[in-house]
């Protein structure tokens, strides 16, 4: 599979995740609440168990890249039974999180499970871990194939989806743009209007348009540069009680459209994880993942 293939994938996937979180159990039983309120029902959970929900938790583990193509097609993953491979893909989720490997539904993994984050999937094509190979301290990841813009580029034009809210400009350019420049060979400008000349093409979607409603963003590998924020979410610019900073999400989404994976290093900004009122600065971990990208010329 090309990770073309595997994009548009996940992306269907993201839309049918989308769906069984607005429609399914969990919305029928929790009203307003978080779409992944059901994963609070599977505490302590563990293999062997058949628990209503525990279909759902496949499904957000297969978006996510934790139970892979095969167990799709056997099925395990349209029941509510908690099998081998569940506990499998558990455990390298407890793993790319920093959390003891226990392969059961703990406190701590539900926690964290429950949380909004980047719609972008942690393990592509089964092959990247988020935990790099080399060392202790420096985790980040590229996609498969080191997908990149090409370094002759120079400057990478952005611009808006037709409708999107226009208070959004500055704070991205200062806050999601500006701090890759002299990080990654570029400088970015922004187009008004056209977008057939932006590379990196930014939209706020919500879940009536697809868009997963515990999602913070989305965003495609280079060089597709499509950016999608969540237009149901409480944004603010800054560190505000209830809402997410928009540029500290923007800043992790522009990393995935310059060509950065997740990183399991919490203090990174490639953490797929943001919590609200939090704002987030570049790592080391997120700047030596850039130059590595684009050193290789
Ligand atoms: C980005 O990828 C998506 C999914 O494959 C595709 O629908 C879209 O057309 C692509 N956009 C560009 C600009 O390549
Ligand atoms: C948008 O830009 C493209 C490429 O420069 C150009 O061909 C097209 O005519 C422009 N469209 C509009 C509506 O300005
Ligand atoms: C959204 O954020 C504002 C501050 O920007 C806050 O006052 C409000 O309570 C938040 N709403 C929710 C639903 O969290």
Partial sequence: MTSNTFYALAFACFLTL?????????????????PYEFMKLLKGCKQGDNVEGIQQLKKFLHHFGYLNQKHLNNRDIDDDYFDESLESALKTYQLNFNLKPTGVLDTETVSLLMIPRCGVPDIVDGKTRMKSAGSYNIKYAHFPGSPRWPVTKKVLNWGLQHGSRRDVIEPLAKYSFQPWVGIAPFTFNFVDGNLSIAD?????????????????????PPTNGTVFFNADMNWSF??????YDLGTVGLHEFGHALGLAHSSVEAAVMWPYTGMAQTKHL????????????AAS
């Fill in 18 to 34: 989308s769906f069984l979180s607005h429609t399914g159990w969990a919305h029928r039983n929790m009203r307003k609440e978080s």
């Fill in 200 to 220: 990196i093409k930014i939209g706020f979607l919500d879940k009536s348009q697809g868009m997963a409603g515990n999602t913070l963003g989305f965003t495609y």
């Fill in 238 to 243: 800054g560190a505000t009680p209830g809402a």
């Fill in 283 to 294: 790592h080391d971990d997120d700047i030596k993942g850039m130059k590595a990208l684009y």
